[in-house]
């Protein structure tokens, strides 16, 4: 983790807090006037959450994770952040499932439009290095222009961001093949990583350290970082999947007119899961309601997925028809299109799609049947971000 | 000439965002029994322009809103001309607005037609049924500054007769000597005496008014007429790079947000709708992209 983006003035950049002082930082942030949302138990899975004090966060638990499914498990060491990640992911907070946009009113032959309520400034705890280049990603789609999305922006800039590097990996990640973890490298305003008793803390930004001088804490050891780096490095080596990167676009352009669709397509059952959980999938679509006396109208923002017949319906017909070819879509999208668009790929290596799919359909798996059907390239390769 | 589409206008236009604002029906016009034109007065004060082949998103309180190409002459914007034809709920609501109603506008958006590369040339322009709303405004463009370029032919396909947009109009360029008209109709009651076939078929007629090599072909309608027109363009010689269509597909935003439009790696909303032919020739021809 380099260290050239702390501020050294107000604390050394690597510094060690009890775990029980996670509390103070959290009371902290929400006297700075932020929201706080961290990791919870909820029907059996960690979700985000508003927390308001460290009982609430999920203390404890282990993920089993595999295509298709999900359990959760004790932690015997009683760790905070032992699990990897859940169906849920940040998108939730600043790219919302269902978000009005405006209001219209109709008054004497006029109409009045309204903008929402400024959204609350959040904290997120505990972003693992996948879901931080997932926000990273995101913030490629709706700030880079020509046009930026302003709710989007406004709840970014607010963002107070408290990483976590991951000390043990799940089956279902593959962050290390797509270069965005576990190590978490910048963008943070606070990381921290999970030792015995005690969380190293790196500062990432001005706002980070001046949150931490408020906060009791001592100078880390080189051990203590050392060791820090060690458990990071063991995540690293146990990842459940890997995916060979090497020239993924071209391998997606090649597979365009591939059967492999076909055969994928009658295994997927378009419940568009695996868009919803994704980290950077985007799409949404606009609705547009008004209340029972028509004066007032209402712009709704939700969540749309490509796997949805009706998402490219044009002209009186839909245009995606089978299956086949929205899976299609999905993929070479994700791994080719998405670069030429975004100039990044749009797979960060969480591994919720595989996780979370009701049949476990696994794109690593499928990346290498296209693999082996269109040549392989030659050295295998992970993208740098 | 430079082939890349041309880049969107300054986004300075206060109708360019999420937020829509309203402008008055100032004039409702029949064009055939589904397709009506609007004329759309912006509020006071309120400036707005565009460019031959963009569109605006479109919205009917509380109904929706629905991406419309403009259709009357960049040179004189306002009122804003849409020609709408009834497909869905949104058109249907639009089409049934009465002048003094209101409309929510956002946009301009979308990429050009090249008008500027295509000056010196001859100028082509291939239109199926309602695609010649958006190539309307390359037409007045093209005779507004008709010296700036040399031939300007156009050939326009419908189903029918009664399709047949902006009739009088097409009579009244009929009569000019300074461009060449060419109708077609798929099918002609027995009293029609034009020409009928699929827009391709006007191509033998057409030949004589236009030189392939120097030509840039300005091409909207049915996904398969335009791959068909194209190709037939090819086969005369006109170059692929100097071919032009406007797609669509479904729209939300109109803004590169919302992954509606997307086409292979393009968002039709705001890389084009208009692409020159090589960038999409090899998406068009994809089945379900
Ligand atoms: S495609 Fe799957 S593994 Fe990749 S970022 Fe999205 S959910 Fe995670
Ligand atoms: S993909 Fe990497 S960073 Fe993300 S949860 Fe798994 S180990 Fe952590
Ligand atoms: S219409 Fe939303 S991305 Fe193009």
Redesign the pocket.
């Given at each position: 983790m380099p260290s050239s983006t702390a501020n050294p003035k107000a604390s050394p950049p690597q510094i060690i807090i009890k775990k029980t002082t996670l509390d103070d930082l959290i009371q902290a942030l929400q006297r700075e006037g932020y929201q706080v949302i961290g990791p919870v138990l909820e029907q059996e899975a960690i979700v985000y959450r508003p927390v308001t004090q460290l009982k609430d966060l999920a203390l404890g638990w282990i993920d089993v994770q595999e295509a298709g499914s999900y359990r959760l498990e004790r932690d015997e060491a009683q760790r905070f952040f032992a699990f990897t990640v859940g169906p849920q992911s940040w998108k939730a907070y600043l790219f919302p499932p269902r978000e009005e946009i405006w209001k219209a009113r109709r008054e004497n032959g006029r109409i009045l439009m309204e903008e929402p309520e400024t959204p609350p400034r959040l904290a997120f705890l505990g972003v693992r290095a996948c879901e931080l280049a997932a926000i990273h990603v995101q913030d490629r789609i709706f700030l880079q222009g020509p046009y930026v999305q302003p709710r989007y922006a406004r709840r970014r800039e607010a963002v107070f961001i408290i990483a976590v590097q991951c000390t043990r990996a799940g089956n279902t990640c593959f962050c290390v093949s797509m270069g965005t973890g576990p190590h978490v490298r910048e963008g943070y305003d606070l990381a921290l990583t999970e030792l015995e008793d005690t969380f190293l803390v790196h500062i990432g930004s001005e706002k980070g350290a001046a949150l931490m001088a408020e906060i009791p804490h001592r100078e880390a050891t080189q051990e203590e970082v050392a060791e820090a780096t060690r458990r990071v490095d063991a995540a690293a080596a146990s990842m459940g999947r890997t995916m060979d990167t090497t020239e993924l676009p071209e391998l997606m352009r090649q597979s365009l007119e591939s059967p492999h669709w076909e055969e994928v397509g009658k295994r997927c059952l378009a419940c568009a899961n695996c868009t919803l959980v994704c980290p950077t999938c985007f799409?949404?679509t606009l609705e547009d309601v008004t209340d029972l006396t028509g004066q007032e109208a209402v712009r709704v923002r939700l969540w749309d997925s490509c796997f949805n017949q009706e998402f490219t319906y044009t002209a009186g017909r839909p245009i995606r028809v089978s299956i086949a070819s929205r899976y299609r879509q999905w993929l070479t999208h994700k791994l080719g299109w998405w670069v030429e668009q975004f100039g990044v790929l749009g797979c960060v290596g969480c591994g919720r799609c595989i996780t979370w799919c009701p049949v476990g359909i696994d794109l690593t798996a499928e990346v290498q049947t296209l693999r082996h059907m269109y040549g392989r390239a030659s050295s295998p390769a992970t993208v740098s971000r | 000439m430079n082939h890349s589409p041309v880049p969107h206008p300054a986004l300075s236009m206060p109708t360019q965002g999420t937020f829509p604002l309203f402008f008055r029906v100032v004039r409702r016009q029949r064009e055939t029994p589904d397709t009506y034109t609007l004329w759309l007065e912006p509020p006071a004060g309120t400036p707005f322009a565009f460019q031959p082949g963009q569109f605006n998103m479109l919205y009917v309180f509380g109904v929706g809103e629905v991406?419309i190409s403009i259709s009357g002459p960049a040179h004189d914007p306002i009122p804003v001309v849409h020609t709408i034809r009834a497909v869905g709920a949104v058109t249907r609501a639009l089409v049934n607005l009465k002048p003094g109603d209101l409309v929510g506008v956002r946009g301009p958006?979308g990429t050009s037609w090249p008008l500027e590369q295509a000056q010196g040339k001859d100028v082509v322009i291939v239109a199926g049924g309602i695609g010649l709303a958006p190539l309307r405004p390359a037409l007045y463009h093209l005779l507004h500054h008709r010296e700036a370029y040399n031939q300007v032919v156009l050939l326009y396909g419908a189903r029918t007769p009664r399709d047949l947009l902006y009739r009088r109009e097409l009579e009244r360029w009929r009569g000019r000597f300074d461009m060449e008209v060419l109708v077609t109709v798929d099918r002609g009651p027995r009293e029609w005496r034009g020409h009928v076939g699929v827009v391709t078929t006007l191509f033998d007629l057409a030949e004589p008014f236009f030189q392939p090599a120097n030509t840039v072909a300005l091409v909207c309608g049915p996904e398969i007429m335009m791959r068909y027109t194209a190709r037939e363009l090819l086969r005369r010689g006109v170059p692929e790079e100097h071919i032009y269509v406007s797609l669509e597909?479904?729209?939300?935003?109109?803004?590169?947000?919302?992954?509606?439009?997307?086409f292979g790696p393009l968002?039709?909303?705001?890389d084009g709708a208009v692409f020159p032919y090589p960038q999409v020739a090899h998406l068009m021809t994809l089945r379900e992209v």
């Open positions: 799409c949404f | 991406p958006f597909r479904n729209m939300k935003c109109g803004q590169g947000f919302c992954g509606h439009c997307q968002f039709i909303c705001k």
